[in-house]
């Protein structure tokens, strides 16, 4: 019996079904490919530019920054419009990249920005509001832009004054006059608070500077006693038989978080931008340092004297043999901005997220390329501009530390791409009155520290070593466990 011999018809259905099927496949591969090309929808992408050649351009002699960010804002501006996406990592300039090239779109903490906050939305299934303002509901963040932006979801639905909040500041803290002034002035979104200096009963947070004192019994289970640190655990006292319930200090895990400078880009996704400018010209001498205390808990002394042996350190103060005295700072850091390249920004003690004025100021403030040590790598990374500094646990010892710093030396482009952050954001102000008088408007469920000793000076908090070996370490530990 023979095979039913397909019509002119069928053909044709045959055809059609294949090559819609190989449409299928093929469109899915191209997804799949573009897919794995992407940037996944939670990172934030640094921008690489090309690196173009702009030597050419350099001055012979090395301007000020401000000078030239207000000369060349306009051109920088244009340059950037002109930067094209590919899929080898360049970024695409956003439309709001673009709008927060203008001051004014910016929010209302940043130079010149006006955008103001709106109130918190609430969740439909939880009734709770949306918005991540404490350690549990972002542990990798500081939180501190978002309570600089929260307002309670009814806070201005209606006529009626609200009460104020009392904050009671038993000791210390001159900034902090009596009355409400400081949240008027600063034009806290949240602004129905007042400071006070007796009558710790009334009022509905006690604030603690640097130690607790006696206030009398706690008058009611919902006031709120807050912990307030601005140095390291080794140089503050030991809390013993208070129930803390919130703490504010420059670690990221408290829930205020007042450090000493805070770095916020216009766009997250745009941490590098070209530079038209030298920093390294005419620069003759290589690693400066200015300081006072020669006998911290964290062998810098020893470091900065094993790095000596293998390149210039110019040591100024008390621990060195040179001289600028404090009176004349200014003087010293035009001569930091003008001779060196290198500024040793070590703090006095290697501590969780503890990074001082000796970064944030005498470091990234000049045009200098900042040589760290105090907080762990990963602090850094998470509270500095992207590449903008080196950790001195980037390497094994001083002496391979030197080796690379010689070949940043006689390679101005490698030098200068680490100063490709400038112009991409500002250092804020926190207004830390304002974000303490929002969180006490905000409805969460009452909180407290079974021990704050143990939060703020346990285990792996600190270390005498480096961090290195201290990881190390502590790796270790954990194999042999």
């Known amino acids: 019996?023979?095979?039913?011999?397909?019509?002119?018809?069928?053909?044709?259905?045959?055809?059609?079904?294949?090559?819609?099927?190989?449409?299928?496949?093929?469109?899915?591969?191209?997804?799949?490919?573009?897919?794995?090309?992407?940037?996944?929808?939670?990172?934030?992408?640094?921008?690489?530019?090309?690196?173009?050649?702009?030597?050419?351009?350099?001055?012979?002699?090395?301007?000020?920054?401000?000078?030239?960010?207000?000369?060349?804002?306009?051109?920088?501006?244009?340059?950037?419009?002109?930067?094209?996406?590919?899929?080898?990592?360049?970024?695409?300039?956003?439309?709001?990249?673009?709008?927060?090239?203008?001051?004014?779109?910016?929010?209302?903490?940043?130079?010149?920005?006006?955008?103001?906050?709106?109130?918190?939305i609430k969740s439909h299934r939880t009734g709770r509001r949306l918005a991540r303002l404490w350690p549990d509901e972002d542990v990798y963040d500081d939180r501190v832009t978002n309570q600089l932006m929260y307002v309670p979801t009814d806070y201005n639905k209606t006529g009626v004054d609200r009460p104020l909040k009392k904050i009671m500041v038993p000791h210390g803290m001159p900034e902090a006059k009596v009355g409400s002034d400081i949240f008027l002035q600063h034009r806290c979104p949240v602004n129905t608070c007042i400071i006070v200096r007796d009558n710790a009963e009334d009022?509905?947070?006690?604030?603690?500077?640097?130690?607790?004192?006696?206030?009398?019994?706690?008058?009611?289970?919902?006031?709120?006693?807050?912990?307030?640190?601005?140095?390291?655990?080794?140089?503050?006292?030991?809390?013993?038989?208070?129930?803390?319930?919130?703490?504010?200090?420059?670690?990221?895990?408290?829930?205020?978080?007042?450090?000493?400078?805070?770095?916020?880009?216009?766009?997250?996704?745009?941490?590098?931008?070209?530079?038209?400018?030298?920093?390294?010209?005419?620069?003759?001498?290589?690693?400066a340092w200015f300081v006072s205390n020669c006998h911290p808990r964290n062998q810098r002394m020893h470091y900065a004297k094993e790095l000596s042996k293998y390149i210039q350190v110019d040591i100024y103060g008390t621990c060195g043999s040179l001289r600028c005295p404090r009176s004349q700072s200014q003087a010293c850091f035009d001569m930091l901005d003008e001779d060196y390249k290198f500024y040793l920004a070590f703090e006095n003690s290697n501590c969780k997220d503890y990074i001082t004025e000796k970064f944030f100021v005498n470091g990234l403030g000049h045009n200098v390329l900042p040589i760290v040590m105090g907080a762990h790598p990963t602090d850094y990374a998470r509270s500095a501009p992207y590449r903008s500094y080196i950790h001195v646990d980037e390497f094994e010892s001083p002496k391979e530390l030197a080796e690379y710093l010689h070949r940043l030396d006689r390679d101005d482009e490698l030098y200068n791409s680490y100063f490709r952050w400038k112009g991409t954001g500002e250092f804020?102000?926190?207004?830390?009155?304002?974000?303490?008088?929002?969180?006490?408007?905000?409805?969460?469920?009452?909180?407290?520290?079974?021990?704050?000793?143990e939060w703020w000076r346990g285990d792996g908090i600190c270390t005498t070593t480096s961090w290195r070996e201290h990881d190390s370490v502590r790796a270790g530990n954990l194999k042999n466990t």
């Open 203 to 287: 009022a509905d947070l006690i604030l603690f500077k640097d130690y607790i004192t006696h206030v009398g019994r706690r008058s009611a289970s919902q006031q709120v006693w807050m912990l307030y640190f601005l140095e390291c655990p080794y140089h503050t006292q030991s809390v013993k038989n208070a129930v803390i319930n919130w703490t504010a200090t420059y670690r990221r895990d408290s829930d205020i978080v007042a450090p000493y400078e805070r770095w916020q880009y216009y766009d997250s996704s745009v941490t590098q931008i070209p530079q038209t400018f030298n920093y390294a010209a005419n620069k003759t001498k290589k690693v």
């Open 1 to 120: 019996m023979s095979l039913p011999r397909p019509s002119l018809k069928g053909y044709f259905f045959y055809v059609l079904f294949f090559s819609g099927l190989l449409l299928v496949i093929l469109n899915l591969l191209q997804d799949e490919i573009w897919h794995r090309m992407r940037p996944h929808p939670g990172q934030s992408q640094p921008v690489r530019v090309s690196d173009t050649k702009i030597k050419q351009n350099w001055p012979a002699k090395l301007k000020k920054p401000t000078m030239h960010v207000s000369q060349t804002r306009e051109k920088m501006e244009k340059k950037l419009l002109s930067e094209v996406s590919n899929l080898t990592g360049t970024t695409i300039l956003t439309r709001n990249s673009l709008e927060l090239m203008d001051p004014s779109k910016r929010p209302w903490y940043m130079k010149g920005g006006t955008r103001r906050p709106y109130p918190a």
């Open 428 to 453: 804020i102000n926190t207004y830390f009155w304002c974000r303490v008088c929002a969180m006490l408007h905000d409805d969460r469920p009452p909180k407290f520290y079974k021990d704050v000793n």
